[in-house]
């Protein structure tokens, strides 16, 4: 990823399932009735393997 803060999106996917990706990376082709795709999804970074679920 490339550039700060700004350059970040949260995606909650159709799944339930929330992942912060770069803007560049699914700004054209995210659909959010449809969710991520698999490629998207490497693209991105599954929040709960981040923060963890244990505090939310």
Not at 15 to 39: Q, R
Request: hydrophobic share 30%; charged share 40%.
């Amino acid at each position: 990823m490339k550039g700060g803060y700004e350059s970040l999106i949260w995606v909650n996917d159709k799944d339930g399932k929330e992942y912060v990706c770069s803007l560049d990376d699914i700004k054209d082709h995210f659909k959010e009735a449809e969710g991520l795709t698999e490629e998207q999804r490497n693209k991105c970074f599954d929040v709960n393997a981040i923060v963890g679920t244990e505090r939310w």
